[in-house]
């Protein structure tokens, strides 16, 4: 495969694309060996922080490709310019799909409304900060020592989901002038006059009338910017790595929160331009409609099902359906409006779910797994459970003590039950370590109890 | 219009590092770290110190998980699958045994490393993380040993001790030279010849004395099994051969095969003089102090009756004086203030006399390390700056 058919096809194809209707900022293409394009996929980004759980997921990585099961065909970075990697090695027809499986990509990150976004508060150039961002934490290991930052990152990747995408990356710090907007958005005035109502319990320090403001005025989900900003005994470079963490976080939600919907545009438009290209010889179609098979199926070919719902063939499903009996322009409305949550409850029908057999399934030791329903609500909520809340347990900072100690509160209530004590208890050591106060975390244990678990520095 | 793509293939740069790998290594220093800090759990086996069996433990260690908050696993697991199947269907029937996979698709298969050390690695790191230095064997001073040893040919010896490689290659030197040889003649034959050589004893005993009184509990004998298998390592690093015994008192003294000797529970006193008497007679008797480098180590919990005060001390002294070193380890799990104990005593005044003795008091494992590195610089006869 030489660079030069691969850009000339590649031209065409884009050409095809435009007059189908897709808009996308440039696409820069980098032709990269396997093993970094392993390594852009184990940690997210093509440079980035060094961490050791890094080196896991890699190890992790290198046994499933050994065993034949992982192929890696794209990653591709939203910005201006977006950014995709294809793989060196890999079949010029391969690699023609993926161009056009880029291009929808590069389409969808600039039409959502998520992506926008979160381009408008990052920049475009988030390859070349988190770049910048890990030769400083490099720095930062040459000053003080692989120790200290390893136990810094620790905490910050352990609570990298742990951000409210709802507020800006660029947040200003909490105002400290009396009772501000910020309280006023989670007490309306029925809640006042509730609370004022005979019988309520009366709220204990109102009465003292602080003269500063409590912090946090409200229960804080964005913990990491929380601690990059509230911690009593952080040094700058150490809030600086919370930061890092999560802006890098702020970069990934989007894909993470569309991944349905993103994949399966993708994949629909990589199809449809590739059944389109006249121009592309027969056997290099056939060739790349394979891979396109190998790729968008519901379960490998050996088997008869699948435990686990493929996003690409889901998605590619649910959009083909939708420019079918809708149109071109209502589904580009979609993709502007609509994440994951929305776009399988309004558009993943009792009929489409049917025809794809989705299931619900249990499992528990003594029953084995069994099928459960088929209900399409049931199979929604199941297909979106995993990604409620950016994929973890709601825990907001709720107070700071006089003595700069922590309290973590778990919404068990929400999340229909308490935590795993044992990795909680862990977390809590390695926030405790780089927070230097005692942290307690509130949550449930077994039977619903309340639960108190508690780091106290040494 | 113009195209808004690039195609590039510019990463030489790649090569020269892998991210991946350098946090892979990382992941794996902290693996052994994390070995090494349990350590001790590692070599709980009841014969662990005779009978070390391949001298390798093999410890599963998984791969480290990088903790995340995450939601408590719920009594049955949900989650959304697709293929041909109805309601009701059994994918895979329940079981005492938790069910392979039933985490769903999205799960990483756990990978668990079988990570064999070598009690000798065991003990390097140990060594190394101590820093500790090696011993060095007792000079034989005063004490004249030599043994015979083969040492280069001469023209003449006794017939059992002809050198034939030699011999033969005489012989065909000669025959390259000579018009009409003959196969051999007298003036090729060479003979290995002996040599009296002063030598250093290479072998090695460990007497192990322990006090099996009642007052010695599961939290003291398991302190001194410890300190006992590790002195015992540091010293195989040294020697060739090394010959173990091992002496349980309370106030008499009997010789156990290993397994048992931290079971022995005796009752009545404690007269630490009965085992001293007992290596004694060992010593004297199977281990000559020209032919071995002795070491006794003592365990005890530093309680001893009064009046066997002097009988200890007089054979002590003259076990000092026989063997390299005599470690003593005062075992006192969970005490806060540590007053002289009457063992303590013993020892401090031998110490004073200049005799080859030692003793250190632990509380906990961690002391164990500290006290290791105190008996080991002593014996090294380095300054102990501690």
């Not at chain 1, 027969?282 to 190998?294: F, M, N």
């Not at chain 1, 809708?326 to 558009?347: S, W």
């Not at chain 2, 300190?227 to 010959?243: D, P, W």
Request: glycine content about 8%; overall charge negative.
């Amino acid at each position: 495969m030489t660079v030069a058919t691969l850009s000339d096809y590649a031209a065409r194809i884009e050409a095809l694309a435009h007059d189908l209707g897709l808009v996308h900022d440039p696409v820069e293409f980098e032709l990269v060996p396997e093993n970094f394009m392993m390594e852009i996929s184990v940690y997210g980004l093509p440079v980035r922080m060094p961490h050791w759980s890094f080196g896991v997921r890699y190890i992790h990585q290198l046994i499933r490709r050994s065993m034949g099961h992982s192929r890696i065909f794209e990653v591709m970075f939203p910005g201006d310019p977006c950014h995709a990697f294809l793989v060196d090695g890999n079949t010029l027809a391969e690699n023609v799909l993926v161009t056009a499986h880029v291009l929808g990509h590069a389409d969808f990150a600039r039409n959502n409304e998520l992506f926008a976004r979160s381009m408008r508060m990052a920049g475009g150039h988030i390859l070349e900060q988190s770049a910048a961002r890990a030769h400083r934490i490099d720095a930062a290991v040459g000053a003080h020592g692989l120790d200290r930052v390893e136990a810094v990152l620790d905490a910050a990747l352990a609570l990298e989901a742990h951000i409210d995408v709802t507020r800006e990356l660029h947040r200003p710090p909490y105002s400290t002038a009396a009772p501000g907007p910020e309280p006023a958005t989670d007490e309306n005035a029925f809640r006042r006059r509730y609370r004022d109502l005979p019988g309520e319990p009366r709220r204990a320090g109102r009465a003292e009338a602080p003269l500063r403001l409590a912090i946090p005025p409200h229960p804080e989900t964005d913990l990491l910017w929380f601690i990059a900003h509230y911690a009593p005994e952080l040094d700058g470079w150490e809030r600086d790595i919370f930061l890092a963490v999560r802006e890098e976080s702020f970069y990934f939600h989007p894909v993470f929160a569309c991944q349905i919907m993103n994949e399966g545009w993708a994949s629909y438009w990589h199809a449809r331009l590739l059944r389109e290209a006249h121009f592309l010889p027969q056997d290099l179609y056939v060739s790349a409609i394979k891979a396109h098979s190998d790729v968008v199926r519901p379960y490998a070919a050996d088997r008869q099902l699948s435990l686990a719902v493929n996003p690409y063939h889901l998605g590619f499903s649910i959009w083909e359906r939708i420019v079918e009996s809708e149109g071109l322009e209502t589904a580009r409305r979609i993709c502007r409006d609509e994440d994951d949550f929305g776009f399988v409850r309004n558009h993943l029908d009792r009929e489409l779910a049917e025809k794809l057999d989705l299931f619900v399934y249990e499992a528990n030791p003594r029953d084995g797994i069994r099928i459960a329903t088929k209900d399409i609500h049931a199979v929604r909520e199941a297909i979106l459970a995993p990604k409620f809340n950016y994929g973890v347990p709601r825990i907001a900072a709720t107070k700071l003590d006089a003595d700069g100690g922590l309290v973590l509160v778990h919404d068990h209530a929400a999340d229909g039950r308490g935590l795993d004590l044992d990795r909680a208890r862990r977390v809590l050591g390695y926030l405790g370590r780089a927070w230097r106060r005692p942290v307690t975390l509130v949550t449930v244990g077994e039977g619903g109890r309340e639960r108190e678990l508690a780091y106290r520095p040494k | 219009m113009t195209s808004r793509m690039r195609i590039g293939a510019e990463t030489s740069w790649y090569e020269l590092f892998s991210r991946g790998g350098r946090d892979w290594l990382r992941h794996n220093e902290k693996v052994r770290e994390a070995v090494r800090d349990n350590l001790l759990d590692l070599i709980s086996a009841p014969d662990m110190i005779t009978h070390p069996g391949e001298r390798t433990v093999r410890v599963p260690v998984r791969l480290l998980e990088h903790a995340r908050f995450r939601l408590a696993d719920p009594a049955s697991q949900r989650g959304a699958g697709q293929g041909k199947a109805g309601v009701g269907d059994v994918l895979q029937p329940g079981g005492p045994e938790p069910a392979e996979g039933a985490e769903g698709g999205g799960e990483q298969g756990e990978v668990k490393l079988l990570v064999e050390l070598r009690i000798d690695d065991i003990v390097d790191w140990l060594w190394d993380e101590l820093e500790l230095p090696d011993l060095q064997a007792r000079p034989r001073a005063g004490i004249d040993v030599s043994e015979t040893v083969r040492e280069g040919t001469g023209r003449r010896g006794p017939r059992a001790r002809l050198d034939r490689r030699r011999t033969v290659k005489e012989a065909v030197k000669r025959r390259a030279i000579q018009p009409n040889p003959v196969p051999f003649t007298d003036d090729d034959l060479r003979f290995h010849q002996l040599a009296q050589r002063p030598i250093t004893a290479i072998n090695a005993v460990v007497l192990f004395a322990l006090d099996a009184s009642g007052s010695m509990g599961d939290a003291e004998r398991r302190l001194a099994k410890t300190f006992f298998f590790f002195a015992l390592q540091g010293i195989r690093r040294q020697y060739r051969r090394v010959e173990t015994r091992f002496i349980a008192h309370t106030t008499q003294a009997w010789e156990f095969p290993e397994a048992e000797f931290f079971q022995v529970t005796g009752t009545g006193g404690t007269a630490a003089s009965a085992a001293f008497a007992h290596a004694l007679a060992l010593v004297r008797e199977h281990y000559d102090p020209a032919q071995y480098n002795g070491y006794l180590y003592y365990a005890s919990d530093g309680e001893n009756a009064f009046d066997d005060r002097s009988a200890a001390a007089a054979r002590l002294g003259e076990l000092a004086r026989l063997l390299n070193y005599v470690g003593y380890l005062e075992t006192r799990p969970g005490m806060q203030r540590l007053a002289a104990t009457e063992m303590s005593d013993v020892f401090a005044a031998l110490a004073a006399g200049g005799a080859a003795v030692g003793h250190q008091v632990v509380r906990e494992q961690r002391d164990l390390w500290q006290a290791l590195r105190r008996f080991f610089v002593a014996r090294a006869g380095e300054p102990d700056d501690l």
